[in-house]
């Protein structure tokens, strides 16, 4: 079973706790992460309000995929993994924020995806480079000024 990682960091024009929500809004992901066409929180956390499971359906080079993925949330980030998937076998994420000054943050976003797919590792290493930095890139432009 292939396994594939991308790593990268942004610095994004807002504050910390202005990116925390951001990402944290789960649902509004369609509007700047251009391979999500569909986001769902299925549970809540009762205490915090905060998404603790979302359904997605996303479209990538290699298909339309759906997957569940559950979350833990930290006051400088978010980390996720995969519940149930329909091309992935699993699949591991995470932000970790960082204050860089009043109003601009550092973001790393971490991607692991496991799969069954046949393809050689140079396209499937492009193909998940290629998500993080769209996400990235989304991020980013969602703050632009």
Known sequence: MPTDRASQTVEVDAPLETVLATLRDLESQPEWIPEILEAEILETDPETGLARTARFKASATVGT???TLTYEHRDDGMSWSMLEGRMQTGQEGRYQ?????PDTTSVTYELTIHHNLPLPGFVRKRVIKGLVDSTLTGLTKRFAK
């Open 65 to 67: 995929d759906s997957y």
């Open 97 to 101: 924020l960082d204050a860089t000054g």
